[in-house]
């Protein structure tokens, strides 16, 4: 089964600063999709970024960009210009080209210090 | 837009009672539905998929008589949890996919926090 791991269970960061956080997945597919999905305290999930495994290029959203190293399987995301409201947990998810299942890691819980 | 709704948002309710949680995908068709439990302070955990007009897929451990699924239209899946113990006690969350392409993304819900006394 595919594992996702998230090695900081906490982050902080000072606003208008950069952030990033960190996120490795164990897989032997290679076509697959990642994604990093923001929680806020409300609970809802939402969809920060999202990567295709075939594509080279590194996917970018506003102030979030990803740095994916598909040998090293590695999928971090950097926040630029830090904001108050960037405040929540962050999960990293996989997702088999050909599958359902999103499996999610243990998330960072990203503080933005004014 | 692609926004997806569940009620109740909480609810509490006696231990031996049964327990529906409604997902519904309002701006958008829906074939293919989520089902997620989230323990404090932990990840989700994907409990069962919901397919518009055929039975869940359940993942392994997940009890499919105690977590009855129905999918009864392309916006609407409910998820009831049958004589309910504390330790179903849980946030769940749903989540919708507007096609059947892999490809597509999953939109979540606003999860519903169930106490059970």
């Known amino acids: 089964a595919q594992t996702v791991t998230q090695s900081q269970p906490e982050m902080s960061v000072q606003e208008a600063e950069t952030v990033t956080l960190s996120c490795t997945y164990d897989t032997s597919e290679s076509d697959y999709y990642l994604f990093w999905y923001k929680q806020p305290p409300s609970r809802q999930m939402i969809l920060v970024i999202r990567?295709?495994?075939?594509?080279?290029q590194n996917a970018t959203e506003n102030r979030f960009s990803v740095n994916f190293q598909k040998a090293a399987k590695s999928f971090s995301l950097k926040i630029s210009d830090s904001q108050l409201g960037d405040a929540a947990m962050y999960f990293c998810a996989y997702r088999s080209a050909e599958a359902n299942n999103l499996f999610f890691g243990t998330g960072t819980r990203l503080t933005v210090i004014p | 837009g692609a926004v997806v709704s569940q009620h109740p948002s909480r609810v509490i309710c006696k231990s031996g009672t049964s327990v529906k949680i409604e997902c519904r995908s309002l701006d958008f068709q829906a074939t293919t539905m989520f089902w997620y439990r989230q323990f404090p302070k932990q990840s989700l955990m994907l409990m069962a998929t919901?397919?518009?007009?055929?039975?869940?897929?359940?993942e392994q451990g997940v009890e499919k008589d105690k977590f009855l699924i129905n999918h009864a239209s392309l916006t609407l899946s409910t998820l009831t949890v049958t004589s309910a113990h504390p330790e179903d006690s849980s946030f769940y969350i749903c989540?919708?996919?507007?096609?059947?392409?892999?490809?597509?993304?999953?939109?979540f819900g606003p999860g519903t926090r169930l106490t059970v006394l």
């Open positions: 989540s919708a996919r507007k096609d059947r392409s892999y490809t597509d993304t999953q939109y």
């Open positions: 990567q295709e495994a075939y594509k080279q």
């Open positions: 919901s397919n518009e007009g055929s039975k869940a897929t359940y």
